[in-house]
């Protein structure tokens, strides 16, 4: 148990289709992350959320639109996705962006796009 | 701007052997420096990190990484390799945002 639960752990969606994904922490954090992980390629910071604020979008395509309702749920939502969007998205949290603490990590959803 | 190489993307060792996971940096602050593990169908777990105190920094399951300023890297070792250390490693250095930067990883196998 790591303390951020990640819903679904496998998604298979027509590029389509509207999905969403949900991440969960009761760490106590107030800042969450999304990241991409795609085969060979290093992990992508995606979105930061702080105190439920976004203070940071890496130039993320406007397929993926994120949401933060409070401290403790993190969402993805997505539309019209490419083949290449397939990879495992994870979430993490930390305390006040403190990298001191280093991040939680989830278990990740493992994303096909078809 | 701050980065991470990770020297081979796959080692192999055999059990019992020493594991050497090389990790090299660069930063214009002083460095964070952690490494994660990732086991397969998982998501990362902390093993350890160096945040400017001692420059060799102990972790779990008996891993440690040496701090070396002069060669600005973050070498991560373990005495003897055993089967369940089979994974993929990520080494990772605090970015100017606060956030963690991460290297491509270096899948380590252990053979019997």
């Known amino acids: 148990e790591t303390g951020v639960t990640q819903t679904p752990r496998h998604l298979v969606m027509g590029m389509t289709n509207k999905k969403s994904l949900k991440c969960e922490q009761h760490?106590?954090?107030?800042?969450m992350y999304w990241y991409k992980q795609s085969a060979k390629k290093p992990l992508e910071l995606m979105f930061v959320?702080?105190?439920?604020?976004?203070?940071e979008n890496n130039s993320v395509p406007s397929r993926f639109s994120p949401e933060c309702p409070n401290s403790s749920h993190l969402f993805l939502h997505l539309h019209t996705l490419q083949p290449e969007d397939s990879a495992l998205y994870l979430c993490?949290?930390?305390?006040?962006?403190?990298?001191?603490?280093?991040?939680?990590f989830g278990s990740g959803t493992r994303l096909t796009v078809v | 701007a701050q980065s991470v190489t990770q020297l081979g993307s796959h080692v192999s060792v055999s059990e019992g052997a020493l594991v050497l996971l090389r990790c090299n940096y660069s930063?214009?602050?002083?460095?964070?420096l952690f490494w994660y593990v990732q086991y397969p169908n998982q998501g990362l777990q902390l093993l350890l990190k160096?945040?400017?105190?001692?420059?060799l920094v102990k972790g779990i399951n008996g891993f440690e990484a040496e701090f070396k300023k002069s060669e600005t890297s973050f070498h991560l070792t373990k005495p003897s390799a055993h089967m369940s250390d089979a994974a993929e490693y990520f080494c990772?250095?605090?970015?100017?945002?606060?956030?963690?930067?991460f290297g491509k990883g270096t899948k380590l196998s252990v053979k019997p």
């Open positions: 160096y945040t400017s105190a001692a420059t």
């Open positions: 959320y702080s105190l439920e604020e976004r203070v």
């Open positions: 760490l106590g954090h107030n800042a």
């Open positions: 930063s214009s602050v002083p460095p964070y």
């Open positions: 990772a250095v605090r970015g100017s945002q606060g956030n963690l930067i």
């Open positions: 993490a949290s930390s305390q006040e962006r403190a990298v001191y603490y280093g991040y939680t």
